[in-house]
């Protein structure tokens, strides 16, 4: 079974960064797509970004372009996720995800294995 830790979070003010981390502890990250996902205060799950491990390919979503950087470094294991200019409405809880068929989606139905979260809150 694969297990993920995100660490990282905490609390920032507008405009200030943050670097998530996503340690994936079985196995290299050749087979899997990464994703990561947060979850506002009475908010569904909403996918950020995810990294296709095979080809490096990366997708994210429209509010965090030019924002948010996936990358990864195989050798630990372990996924990113560079977060700058943040936003009071970046406020949540963020995790990481594998997707072992490989689709490369910012779904989260799609996504087998989960961390356990990793707060970030965003507030002057």
């Known amino acids: 079974q694969v297990q993920l830790v995100e660490s990282g979070g905490g609390l920032v003010q507008p405009g200030e960064s943050l670097r998530l981390s996503c340690v994936v502890s079985?196995?290299?990250?050749?087979?899997?797509?990464i994703g990561w996902f947060r979850q506002a205060p009475g908010k569904e799950r909403e996918g950020i970004s995810c990294?296709?491990?095979?080809?490096?390919?990366?997708y994210y979503a429209d509010f965090v372009k030019g924002r948010f950087t996936i990358s990864r470094d195989s050798a630990k294991n372990t996924v990113y996720l560079q977060m700058d200019s943040l936003k009071p409405e970046d406020t949540a809880i963020y995790y990481c995800?594998?997707?072992?068929?490989?689709?490369?989606?910012?779904?989260?139905?799609?996504?087998?294995?989960w961390g356990q979260g990793t707060q970030v809150t965003v507030s002057s």
């Open positions: 079985r196995g290299t990250l050749d087979y899997y797509t």
């Open positions: 990294m296709s491990t095979s080809d490096e390919s990366t």
């Open positions: 995800a594998t997707d072992s068929l490989n689709i490369a989606t910012l779904i989260p139905e799609v996504y087998d294995y």
